[in-house]
């Protein structure tokens, strides 16, 4: 299991830093604004899946749904500049600038839509501001245990700062790429806020069971709020609280996401 970051506080608990998971054997590069972004392909059929990785994460968190989901579609994961085999970036990370250049890296890869969007954590953020941007783009949507826009606040009001984000201390220790997307988050976060609304799309919303710390179960609650309200978005949305899994749902429950995904790659063909 790759290595994660420890806190108590909500933000740094979902979305946990699992760094150097690898990608896949088979690398592909694309240079975007002067520089190469790996990507991997898996897959022959005709829908495409895109997955995007959370925060601190590449692509290599996406090892044990691949394979299966390839089976069934075309699987395309990559590391956002600054993770993995990517080179690193100046530009702001936020998910308009994050989306910009998924676009731009699946057009250079030959890879056309409409794409079944696949989303974890921050990355989930990064995916629901997509297919509200560009709707044309996106034939389905499957978020897994997604950053809610609007959770941060919540915590805040809810229950004391502390428990509701990192240190300037903890950040601070995080490579230079992961502190610049970290501290676009609240851009991210009012970019997607005002987006337009999630158009009909199939739609389906994984959460995790169980919390990251046993202490947070009470902050956890709140998490599971937020998720259900992600999910009301659509009233034809499908949300599964996946047993027994943790906020790596792909890690802990991979069937539970390939199901998903297969679930949402057949209602976009319908």
């Known amino acids: 299991m ?4 420890q806190s108590r506080s909500l933000l740094l608990i979902v979305l946990m830093a699992a760094v ?3 990608g896949g054997e088979t690398t592909d590069f694309v240079v975007i604004d002067g520089r190469r972004v790996a990507f991997e392909v898996a897959g022959y059929r005709s829908a495409t899946v895109v997955f995007e990785s959370g925060f601190g994460n590449d692509r290599g968190v996406w090892s044990s749904v691949l394979g ?3 089976t ?3 699987a395309f994961r990559y590391d956002r ?3 993995g085999a990517s080179d690193s970036t100046m530009t702001p990370r936020t998910a308009s600038q994050i989306v910009s250049e998924l676009r731009a890296t699946l057009s250079a890869a030959g890879l056309d839509p409409p794409y079944v969007l696949v989303g974890h954590s921050l990355g989930g953020m990064y995916m629901e501001y997509y297919a509200k941007t560009f709707p044309e783009e996106v034939s389905a949507l499957v978020l897994v245990d997604s950053k809610p826009a609007d959770v941060y606040g ?4 809810e229950f ?5 984000g990192p240190s300037d201390d903890q950040v601070d220790g995080l490579p230079a790429h992961m502190q610049a997307e970290w501290r676009a988050i609240p851009q991210a976060e009012m970019e997607l806020m005002a ?3 999630l158009r009909p799309m199939p739609f389906f919303v994984l959460s995790a069971e169980l919390p990251e710390d046993p202490t947070g179960s009470d902050v956890h609650e709140l998490w599971l709020q937020a998720q259900a309200d992600l999910a009301a978005q659509l009233p034809t949305s499908v949300h599964i609280v996946v047993p027994g899994s943790r906020h790596y749902i792909q890690l802990d429950a991979p069937q539970a996401v390939i199901d998903a995904v297969r679930s949402a790659v057949d209602a976009a063909s319908d």
């Open 68 to 70: 299966d989901v390839s």
């Open 195 to 197: 987006a337009l609304p």
């Open 20 to 22: 150097g998971c690898g």
């Open 72 to 74: 069934f579609a075309r």
């Open 81 to 83: 500049p600054g993770y």
């Open 2 to 5: 790759s290595k994660r970051l």
């Open 154 to 157: 919540r915590c805040v009001a």
């Open 160 to 164: 004391n700062a502390d428990r509701c």
